[in-house]
């Protein structure tokens, strides 16, 4: 089954493009576990801090994939894998708008009270005191933390239907952020990209978005179908 490449170009400009969100949301975790420790060792702690956060995507975009797969397996619908196709396609749209207005999404769309690292905690304190595993078990749990922009990258991940295509998914958007945040980590002072810029990228994860929520029905079109078909466009499950 092809990688779309619609999609996980869209997954990583979200990174790329989004690093004013996450210097915003995540900026002092980053610096904090950079900082925890011998200044010689920084370099060290930034990387592997950041490489484990992207592990944790990776993992979670496994499992939603998974899932995603298990969905279109069990109910074995008549068009579902090009509804979920839709929806991967509204997904990005959405991701689009968290980007160029990141503070109205997240007044819009609130996050739940989610207890997941109430049952994380606990996993932080098994995590070594000292030695070269410590920064990428905690960025491994820092990877778990819920985020609105993670989440809605996730939620396209799911609706992938893969648990390739959904760590593939995360894994594009976690590399996306890693310049930036590991940067962050390593030098302590924060970055923060002009607006404009955060706007040039929802306007190519907004374009991926309507390419996708229309692809399955353009593939049909001659002129456009070889195009969109070395992009990877697909219905989901196909």
């Not at 089954?1 to 990174?15: N, T």
């Not at 002072?189 to 929802?202: D, Q």
């Amino acid at each position: 089954m092809p990688i779309d490449l619609l999609v996980l170009g869209a997954a990583l400009a979200a990174g790329v493009f989004g690093n004013l969100h996450c210097a915003a949301m995540c900026g002092g975790i980053a610096v904090g576990l950079g900082s925890a420790g011998p200044v010689e060792d920084a370099r060290y702690r930034a990387l592997a801090s950041n490489l484990g956060r992207v592990l944790g995507y990776v993992v979670l975009g496994a499992a939603a994939g998974g899932l995603g797969a298990g969905v279109l397996d069990l109910l074995a619908l008549d068009g579902l894998s090009t509804a979920l196709r839709a929806a991967v396609g509204l997904v990005l749209l959405w991701m689009a708008i968290r980007l160029a207005a990141p503070r109205w999404a997240a007044r819009a769309t609130p996050l739940p009270a989610l207890p997941l690292w109430r049952w994380l905690a606990p996993l932080s304190a098994r995590i070594p005191a000292a030695g070269p595993l410590r920064p990428w078990l905690q960025g491994l749990l820092w990877g778990w933390l819920p985020c609105g922009l993670s989440l809605t990258v996730l939620g396209a991940a799911w609706l992938q239907g893969s648990a390739l295509h959904g760590a593939a998914t995360m894994a594009a958007f976690g590399l996306g952020t890693l310049p930036v945040l590991t940067l962050l980590g390593w030098r302590g002072s924060r970055i923060a990209p002009r607006s404009g810029w955060r706007y040039a990228g929802a306007a190519v994860v907004g374009g991926s978005g309507a390419l996708t929520l229309v692809g399955p029905w353009l593939v049909s079109v001659p002129a456009l179908g070889s195009a969109l078909a070395a992009l990877g466009c697909r219905s989901v499950g196909m």
